[in-house]
């Protein structure tokens, strides 16, 4: 049977990064499929993202349409002490989403009928320039690319990469949202519509506002995010840390909810020790902390034949360059682009990877040095 002219994209993660490579393929005329592992609707994942423009970029060129704005607005940067006195402050504009703000506008804008939840990738096989993905449930698929976007902990980058792994940082950041209405009004006063931060001796917690649940940016319908960077050393400190309440060892994260009640007994103690008087009601506030280890992660390679990688998958650089979600869009835009422009799909993709791969190691590069600096890490 003589197949369509209209080339096929595989994507597997149905994340940011799956879902920015879907629609920048979609923009070009692509038959896309995505194919997530979880079964459930991902709605109530991660908390704040900083909106850079390569996220913007990427919805203009995918013709994405929000309705809402896609973030809330932060006037100053405030630099407090424990007593909660301002340190230092100064002028930066700029915006802050939320993964749930993003996530829902980019899956309503691909067609429902072409993600798959529940499909776990587990293999894959490569054959004249075609991609076979092979699934847990036995099913498979077949297109004439193949794009890992299944993030840090890639099955994607195992098959085609073996051994080429995260490691841990050294350090963890615990996390929260607080419903703005939540907060006592000294605490909201101080940190409303400002990126504010607290830095100690390897420590640094921080906070900006974000979108509420169902996206609203309207005041009084909007929560405080906040973020605290620890570290816990590899081995019982960190097990213990990534030890979630039914006693599993967890690859990297602790979702909400899911946290040890000595972990989260540990880790108010300290806020209600270390905490500025508004971070502290931020943590009192928080119904679900949950916590992520900090990982390094970078490939020396994104493109094996049909197969690519990209965002986490590829490169996760520390959350301090603010800019992972960003990069994710950038491999998804340029990716398109490169296709597009060159026609010739195997050129595209080598002149996409001298790019991107330029990119995620100076991010990557940048990220480990900010963050270590930080941290106080040598
Ligand atoms: C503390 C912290 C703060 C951050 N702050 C920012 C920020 O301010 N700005 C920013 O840009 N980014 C930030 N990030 C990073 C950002 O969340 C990610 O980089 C971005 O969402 C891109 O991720 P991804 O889609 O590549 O991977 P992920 O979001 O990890 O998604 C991978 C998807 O693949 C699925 N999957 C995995 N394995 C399989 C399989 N075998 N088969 C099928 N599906 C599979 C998973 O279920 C998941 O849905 C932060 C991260 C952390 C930890």
Redesign the pocket.
Known sequence: MKRSDVPKALI???????LFAATALRAIGWQVDV????PAV?DSR?G???L?TDVLQHFRYAGIKHTNALGVRSHDRLYLDRAGTVVHKEPMPQTQTS?NTLYNSLVSAFPAEHYHRG????DLAQNEQRVTAIFEDGSSAEGDLLVG???????VRSLVLPGAGYTYSGYV?W?GLVDEDELPDFAKSQLYEDFVFQQDPESLMLEYMVPGLNGSINPGERRFNW?WYLKAAQGPELDAVLTDHDGHRRSHSIPPGGLAVEQDAYIREKGEQQANPAFRELIRQTKDIFV?A?LDLKVPRMVFDRVLL????AF?PR?HT?????K?AQNARSLAQAIDDIGDIDTALQVWQQQQLAEGQRMGEWGVSMGNRIMGIT
């Open positions: 597997i993660g149905g994340s940011l990064g799956g194919f997530e592992r979880s991902m991660g704040g993202i900083v850079q993964w499909m776990k990738l587990v976007a299944d993030g840090a902990g890639s099955t950041v996390r973020l992520q900090i990209t965002g986490d998958a996760v959350p603010a800019g992972s979600t960003a994710a």
